[in-house]
């Protein structure tokens, strides 16, 4: 009995502690209200494009890590021959925090890891850092936590943090969305969920945010698996500059392919290295115009909200008027066998396309909750002291008339 419950006060103890460093030791901000993409000027990702420089990456994939306590099959290496073997330029490795050295020395090495081990997996994806953030908040976690942690994460002004699955298990809401700042791309595109109305509440709210497609394989000696999601992107020359470069002024867009059963790498390659991809996305005056290297069952362009705004069918070219109300508008290409392309959207802005709100830390507020988690363990700390089995233990032999050493004379 005396164990069941020095267990149960250990546990309560421990989670009495994360959450009062969760939910009251935590940073509290100033969030903007969102504002829409607005102004005289259109952002265009693709104005610099050239349509010769495509290149494929996976930048998620997991291999056994960490002596098999997490999900993952095969090592680094067979990850680095499957994409390469698939004609892929960029794929990094990103294990639960931890950052895989093979091929370092590489021009396409991309020093990555998966941060997170909360129960809601809010995840984030750190491409470029050379080293791990440990902090994480276990249980869900609110609005001022995530954008502490994406304070943290993105401290390296050569790191770039992407949101993952923002959709699985509800990881983050779609109104987090409208306030979070930190990052400049989100992981649209994943086997286990698309994230579509997280991409579109983050442009409603006025955010540049670019999709990010990844296989996040989690077992690369599964073929079925690989390849069905990726990042293209448009770089002259394969480095991690070039890559982060196209990723952050959205000069990438994200592809998905049906998964094919039996289907081997070879055959996998061959497809995937005969599929469509876009040839151009010009902007003039208010008209977006697109073309893509084969004629498409539907191009859409979709707007605010995720609303869909125009179709056009069997073509491989549309163009599409943006209207005064339009803030932003973004194109899915899509094919007959499955293969889609998702475009980046083009936007209004004033001066600077990618101006970031002021999030700042409300000193007062954090000072004032800090002050309660102080207190809040200062009372728990005072009740262990009352109960605790030694306090009891003692009482019991002072009642004895036990001095520590030798009972008295009447106990003989």
């Not at 989670?15 to 509290?28: D, G, I, K, M, N």
């Not at 903007?32 to 996976?58: C, R």
């Not at 983050?172 to 649209?188: H, I, K, N, P, W």
């Not at 290295?273 to 902007?283: D, E, K, S």
Request: aromatic content about 14%.
């Amino acid at each position: 009995m005396k164990v069941l419950r020095n267990t149960l006060l250990v546990l309560l103890t421990f989670f009495f502690t994360l959450s009062v460093q969760q939910f009251l030791f935590c940073p509290r901000f100033n969030f903007q209200e969102p504002t829409s993409f607005s102004g005289p000027n259109i952002y265009n990702p693709y104005a610099k494009a050239d349509s010769l420089h495509w290149q494929k990456a996976n930048l998620h994939a997991h291999s056994n890590a960490w002596h098999g306590f997490t999900n993952g099959n095969g090592t680094a290496e067979d990850i680095w021959k499957a994409y390469d073997s698939l004609g892929y330029a960029f794929h990094s490795v990103s294990e639960y925090h931890a950052i895989d050295k093979f091929q370092a020395g590489s021009s396409n090495y991309i020093p990555a890891y998966e941060h997170g081990y909360n129960v809601k997996k809010t995840h984030y994806q750190v491409l470029g850092d050379e080293k791990v953030t440990w902090l994480d908040y276990i249980m869900p976690q609110t609005l001022w936590n995530k954008q502490w942690l994406l304070n943290k994460l993105s401290q390296n002004p050569e790191t770039l943090v992407v949101l993952n699955h923002p959709a699985i298990r509800s990881g983050f809401a779609t109104s987090d969305l409208q306030y979070l700042e930190g990052y400049r791309c989100m992981e649209v595109l994943n086997p286990a969920a698309q994230s579509f109305d997280h991409w579109d509440a983050a442009l409603s709210a006025g955010k540049p945010v670019f999709v990010v497609g990844n296989d996040d394989i989690h077992n690369v000696f599964k073929t079925s698996s690989l390849g069905r999601f990726c990042t293209v992107v448009n770089v002259a020359e394969v480095n991690k500059d070039n890559l982060f470069n196209a990723l952050r002024t959205g000069n990438s867009y994200g592809m998905s392919l049906m998964k094919m059963e039996n289907e081997t790498l070879a055959q996998k390659a061959h497809r995937i290295g005969n599929a469509p991809q876009l040839i151009c996305l010009q902007v003039v005056h208010d008209t977006i115009s697109l073309q893509v290297s084969e004629i498409a069952d539907e191009i859409t362009f979709i707007g605010k909200n995720g609303s869909e705004l125009s179709k056009t069918s069997g073509s491989s070219v549309a163009s599409y008027t943006l209207a005064p109300g339009d803030e932003y508008v973004r194109a899915v290409v899509s094919y007959a066998d499955g293969t889609s392309l998702y475009l980046n959207p083009v936007f209004r802005y004033s001066d600077m396309p990618f101006k970031v709100s002021e999030t700042t830390i409300n000193a007062s507020a954090t000072l004032l909750f800090r002050f309660l988690g102080v207190v809040l363990l200062t009372g728990w700390a005072y009740v262990i002291y009352l109960i605790l089995p030694y306090r009891l233990t003692r009482r019991r032999m002072a009642y004895s008339g036990w001095d520590g050493n030798n009972f008295p004379s009447e106990a003989y």
